[in-house]
């Protein structure tokens, strides 16, 4: 299931497995135990690699049910986005430690807006 969700994306964009996984700093064969199902259950920082490579999210790759918005996503998210989260994930950033910094970034903002709604 997983793994044809990606192959197909990845055909769609017409991405070579080498690139794929070039593009997600994965190996080659990793990627293609998943494409096969071989690899049923790769690792959630695995699928955000692949997932944000291909351009779509992993709760699409994971749930048949979701609709691809690839469109959506290109719209916000540009190269230079997936590059500083791809090096985020990297380095060890889970969901949740994105959460709470953002969490941390829109109190920081509310706390200086009152600040300078006071001046």
Known sequence: MIGDRIK??????RYSITRL???AQISKSYLSQ?????????SL???HKIAASLGTSVDYL???????????ATS??????????????DQGMTKEDFIEFYQYLSFKKNLQAVKDSKQ
């Open 8 to 13: 197909e994306i990845r055909l769609q964009k």
């Open 21 to 23: 996984a070039e593009k």
């Open 34 to 42: 998943i494409e096969k199902g071989s690899n049923s259950n790769p």
């Open 45 to 47: 920082q695995m699928l």
């Open 62 to 72: 994971i749930d048949e049910t979701n609709e691809h918005t690839e469109a959506e």
């Open 76 to 89: 916000y998210v540009t190269e230079e986005w997936m590059e500083l989260l791809n090096k985020a994930i």
